[in-house]
């Protein structure tokens, strides 16, 4: 089995920071695109940041400037690095990663269950 544990949600204050991790564990031949997603209470899952394999980055407009994604692919690891954090940063954020199980497999989509990011006013 594939498995994705996110680790680093907690609650803090605006103007403050966070970093969030997601390992990736199981079987697993390659790694390609990994990113972070949120929900908040009421609203539609969005994209928050993505990573190709090769480095390349994107960022939703309302994150640009104040999260990095990066990762690591030797832990099959991917973070984002939250700076300057706001109220309505608050969600519940997921990790996904696009994995190739074996070498033979079509690559799919893979999702953590989420870690909760609370930011008070």
């Known amino acids: 089995q594939v498995q994705l544990v996110e680790s680093g949600g907690d609650l803090v204050q605006a103007g403050g920071s966070l970093r969030l991790s997601c390992t990736a564990s199981?079987?697993?031949?390659?790694?390609?695109?990994m990113g972070w997603y949120r929900q908040a209470p009421g609203k539609q899952r969005e994209l928050v940041a993505g990573?190709?394999?090769?480095?390349?980055?994107h960022y939703g407009d309302s994150v640009k400037g104040r999260f990095t994604i990066s990762r690591d692919n030797a832990r099959s690891m991917v973070y984002l690095q939250m700076n300057s954090l706001k109220p309505e940063d608050t969600a519940v954020y997921y990790c996904t990663a696009n994995i190739e199980k074996y070498k033979v497999a079509a690559a799919r989509d893979y999702w953590g269950k989420g870690t909760l990011v609370t930011v008070s006013s």
């Open positions: 990573i190709t394999s090769g480095g390349s980055t």
């Open positions: 199981g079987t697993i031949w390659k790694i390609n695109d």
